[in-house]
């Protein structure tokens, strides 16, 4: 209790701390116990946060506040349109060209197991086999139970987005517009005394500025890289394996990890235990490690680096919450 009670002294005495570990905690309050009712809010506050580099931007060239958030909003609905209408539906071609393959990939992966022990009679068995295709199978079968139970809720979903769709552009203009007014009054209800916070919040927003904008880089270097590799090498659903290895630079390490799967099934799958399949893996290895060791250090040379432990524990915990 006395080494408790001396770190409480130590840390919770300055009524500045005090201050920023309460607007902490509110904020965690807010978005765990009125998330659900606020998403359309919580949205519009995180696009208009990520836009208002760009108005800022363009009001430095002289440009009035209200027409550059006009002009910023209309590119970003139409960035947002292009892929609604241009992208989405060629992704989704390719998703249901893979569902109707996906019988024909059971089986011949269901082929390729049953022909383990045979081959290697000391690390498998057949029933071991046996218990793997059970799985795999139940598995499906769940899967294709909450497919059928996600086209039920469709209905509803639709009708969210729709709701959103006219919503959430509505509140990110007014954010951006009147953002200096809109903080003024929710300056009212703090603390005047808020240097320690005010310092953390421009430590943090220049922290997630440099990272976003270098997320943003990221994805449309490696996903446009992986799309052009693995056409040359003529695997299939390469859009879609582009943009997958593209979003999953937003989780670090993990995202990597995850995609490695899909990109090496379905190269097996048409390649088979070949060269072809090992061109395949070698080009997206590099990829990987170009994006690691060159891409990411130069394009977040201002942010701090945290290490890969302490990124994954973040991703785990704060993911869960």
Same mark, same amino acid.
């Given at each position: 209790m006395h080494i408790i009670r001396r770190w409480f002294e130590h840390y919770f005495s300055d009524p500045q701390v005090v201050i920023l570990a309460g607007l902490l905690l509110l904020g965690?309050?807010? %978005?765990?116990?009125?998330?659900?009712?606020? *998403?359309?809010?919580? &949205?519009?506050?995180?696009?208009a946060y990520l836009l208002e580099g760009v108005v800022s931007k363009l009001e430095s060239f002289h440009l009035h506040r209200t027409l550059a958030v006009a002009l910023v909003l209309l590119t970003f609905l139409l960035?947002?349109?292009?892929? $609604?209408?241009?992208?989405l539906p060629?992704?989704? &071609?390719?998703?249901?060209?893979?569902v109707q393959q996906l019988?024909?990939?059971?089986?011949?992966?269901?082929?390729? $197991?049953?022909?383990?022990? /045979?081959?290697?009679?000391d690390f498998i068995t057949a029933a071991q086999?046996? #218990?793997?295709?059970?799985?795999?199978?139940?598995e499906l079968g769940a899967l294709g139970q909450r497919v059928v139970s996600l086209s039920v809720a469709s209905v509803v979903g639709l009708i969210t987005l729709l709701v959103y769709?006219?919503?959430?552009?509505?509140?990110?203009?007014?954010? $951006?517009? #009147?953002? #200096?007014?809109? $903080? *003024?009054w929710l300056g009212g209800y703090v603390p005047r005394e808020r240097e320690l916070t005010a310092r953390v919040w421009r430590e943090v927003n220049r922290q997630i *500025?440099?990272?976003?904008?270098?997320?943003?880089? /990221?994805?449309?270097?490696?996903?446009?890289?992986?799309f052009v590799t693995f056409q040359i090498l003529e695997l299939e659903y390469a859009e879609l394996l582009a943009t997958l290895v593209g979003l999953s630079v937003i989780?670090?390490?993990?995202? &990597? *990890?995850?995609?490695?799967?899909?990109?090496?099934?379905?190269?097996?799958?048409?390649?088979?235990?070949?060269?072809?399949?090992?061109?395949?893996?070698?080009?997206?290895?590099?990829?990987? &490690?170009?994006?690691?060791?060159?891409? %990411?250090?130069?394009?977040?040379? /201002?942010?701090?680096?945290?290490h890969p432990v302490a990124i994954i524990i973040a991703v785990l915990l704060f993911g869960g919450i």
């Amino acid at each position: 209790m006395h080494i408790i009670r001396r770190w409480f002294e130590h840390y919770f005495s300055d009524p500045q701390v005090v201050i920023l570990a309460g607007l902490l905690l509110l904020g965690f309050v807010v %978005v765990l116990a009125f998330g659900d009712m606020l *998403a359309p809010v919580l &949205a519009g506050v995180v696009i208009a946060y990520l836009l208002e580099g760009v108005v800022s931007k363009l009001e430095s060239f002289h440009l009035h506040r209200t027409l550059a958030v006009a002009l910023v909003l209309l590119t970003f609905l139409l960035f947002v349109l292009f892929l $609604l209408f241009g992208v989405l539906p060629r992704l989704s &071609a390719q998703i249901s060209q893979l569902v109707q393959q996906l019988p024909d990939m059971i089986s011949r992966g269901q082929a390729a $197991l049953s022909q383990l022990p /045979e081959r290697y009679p000391d690390f498998i068995t057949a029933a071991q086999v046996k #218990d793997i295709t059970t799985s795999i199978r139940s598995e499906l079968g769940a899967l294709g139970q909450r497919v059928v139970s996600l086209s039920v809720a469709s209905v509803v979903g639709l009708i969210t987005l729709l709701v959103y769709l006219v919503l959430v552009p509505v509140l990110v203009f007014f954010f $951006l517009k #009147d953002k #200096d007014s809109i $903080l *003024a009054w929710l300056g009212g209800y703090v603390p005047r005394e808020r240097e320690l916070t005010a310092r953390v919040w421009r430590e943090v927003n220049r922290q997630i *500025a440099n990272y976003v904008r270098g997320k943003v880089w /990221e994805i449309l270097i490696v996903g446009s890289v992986t799309f052009v590799t693995f056409q040359i090498l003529e695997l299939e659903y390469a859009e879609l394996l582009a943009t997958l290895v593209g979003l999953s630079v937003i989780i670090p390490y993990i995202g &990597a *990890a995850v995609v490695t799967v899909p990109v090496a099934v379905i190269a097996y799958f048409q390649f088979g235990w070949g060269s072809d399949f090992g061109w395949v893996i070698g080009a997206y290895a590099v990829i990987q &490690a170009l994006d690691g060791n060159m891409l %990411v250090p130069l394009l977040f040379s /201002e942010v701090v680096n945290l290490h890969p432990v302490a990124i994954i524990i973040a991703v785990l915990l704060f993911g869960g919450i």
